[in-house]
């Protein structure tokens, strides 16, 4: 973090920046937290912070998530979690101020579809497994890879 950040940063009294968090410490606080926001530079060509985010569906957070390749891999906005598709202050305020906002049925049901997904449709066998089948078919993409019999449930 720059010190540019830092200072932009400890301008607003309802913002705190940890930068100095044990592993530990950084699950513990993302298993308490109600909102999860996982800023991401627009327009990349590669996935990040999936792992992440991840975790913050495994605990059944709100994920709060720029509009990237990573994230739009898991979230699907509005239904497990939200998407920024903007780069701009004005569009997170709006995304964080709608999650915080999500009351009794709504932000249950969207806990549930988050933790479900990192625990169900997301877990690690089965992103092992579609790595794998994605690695192979680009090896060799005229080669049937896998059987769909032997690929495990809910794989397709």
Known sequence: VTS???ARVAR???I???TDWSNEQYIQQMATC???AMPIEQGLTRSTADQTILNAMYFGKTVVATDSIGPRIYLRDGVNGFLVREATVDAWVKALTHAFELK???REGLAREAAFDARVRFNEPLRLARTLH???ASIDPNQETLERSSMPPNLG
């Open 16 to 18: 705190t920046l940890h």
């Open 4 to 6: 540019e950040f830092a």
């Open 134 to 136: 994605a690695a192979i």
């Open 104 to 106: 009794g049925e709504a």
């Open 12 to 14: 607003h009294t309802n």
């Open 34 to 36: 109600r909102v999860f």
